[in-house]
């Protein structure tokens, strides 16, 4: 082992042992002792994520109330171990900002997210840089989430130099071509020093899956992943992730607008709408079974193979309301084609459909 990597272990141990942990805050060896109990990963209860609204300087200056955008709103769901949850909506319910709260990029305004049992709200920060480990993301855009200036290489060996997770250049060149090459860039070692203009959409994608697993993570966080890429690259990245799930044991939380992609590769799929999740279970349950009205309309659009079959879609009218002035009640009145009187006055609470399979819907609760 090298003399500045047996340095930085000793400098990590000493601000280890003089970090101040809080009463009932979670440090580093709990994270590390943590292990998966039964058979979820995560158990998301009650999460909110509330963003303050700007106001103008005088505005603020006579207004005594403030006003939030409330992008997750209350949400509730648990993400067993080696699977694929899909978590679809259209933009702007708050489906990246869950992922992204997940991680702790964006700070909680309220409930609690627990990893291997352990509340990620109580950890020191040495515990989260831990945690940050064991989670990682796959951002939307290849083109602007990596360094231009830097080498596949580099890019790929930042996450290992920033945890000091190697003891020299070799160890760290051998992990790279291995993240490389279960990330579908073969051989590994054309691509080691080729700068990202180099190399085509897909290739980049490939580079950021790359990035993500080399860290050998529990959790992969996938924001939109083949939004940008054609659609014959598409099935190469999703294979791939199906891949990593089934041979490295990968838990994903795979966020997308496109419910046909959601069919395709997850095993459940939790359907998202201004703030709330409207609807989760199996996803062949949920494709066959749609109960809640929205969950109705993005099936009935989804792009069937034979041309000649004929069925009714649903096409619904308007913008989605504005998260920072939600409508009352259930949220999804003011377009629903199914929409009743109460459903302006009174909030859907979840109701059971069969086994895992849940909606949120009045009509549910036996109003007509």
Request: net charge neutral; hydrophobic share 35%; charged share 25%.
């Given at each position: ?65 403030k006003h939030w955008v ?85 890019i790929v060996a930042e ?97 997308t607008h496109d419910l ?109």
């Open positions: 082992m090298d003399e500045t990597r047996t340095s930085a272990t000793l400098q990590g141990d000493v601000a280890l042992e003089k970090e101040k942990v809080k009463s009932g805050s979670i440090g580093r060896k709990e994270l590390r002792n943590a292990s998966v109990s039964g058979k979820d990963l995560y158990d998301i209860r009650g999460l909110e994520v509330f963003f303050p609204v700007r106001q103008s300087f005088f505005k603020a200056m006579v207004s005594t109330e409330r992008a997750v709103d209350g949400v509730s769901f648990t993400i067993g171990a080696g699977e694929i949850l899909a978590l679809v909506g259209e933009s702007g319910c708050g489906k990246t900002t869950t992922g992204r709260t997940l991680l702790g990029l964006e700070a909680q305004t309220g409930g609690q997210i627990i990893y291997k049992g352990l509340e990620v709200g109580r950890f020191t920060p040495g515990a989260i840089r831990d945690y940050r480990r064991h989670c990682q993301i796959i951002f939307q855009d290849p083109y602007n989430a990596i360094n231009p200036k830097h080498t596949i290489f580099d996450p290992l130099v920033v945890n000091h997770l190697t003891s020299n250049e070799r160890e760290k060149e051998e992990r790279v071509i291995r993240a490389l090459e279960e990330a579908g860039l073969r051989p590994a070692r054309d691509y080691l020093y080729r700068y990202p203009h180099e190399l085509s959409g897909g290739q980049r994608q490939r580079v950021c899956i790359a990035g993500a697993i080399v860290l050998e993570p529990d959790m992969i966080v996938a924001d939109e992943p083949v939004a940008s890429l054609d659609v014959s690259i598409r099935n190469d990245i999703l294979k791939l992730m199906v891949q990593h799930k089934k041979e490295l044991g990968v838990t994903y939380l795979f966020i046909s992609l959601a069919w395709v590769i997850s095993d459940r799929i939790a359907v998202m709408y201004l703030g709330k999740i409207v609807e989760i279970g199996e996803t062949e349950e949920v494709v066959a079974n749609p109960q809640h009205p929205y969950t109705k309309a993005l099936i009935s659009v989804i792009p069937v193979p034979d041309p000649t079959t004929k069925r009714e879609r649903t096409i619904l009218t308007g913008e989605t309301p504005n998260p920072a002035a939600i409508p009352t009640g259930c949220r999804f009145h003011p377009r629903c084609p199914e929409v009743m009187d109460i459903c302006s006055e009174q909030s859907p609470v979840d109701v059971q459909i069969r086994g895992t399979h849940y909606a949120a819907c009045l009509r549910l609760n036996g109003h007509s």
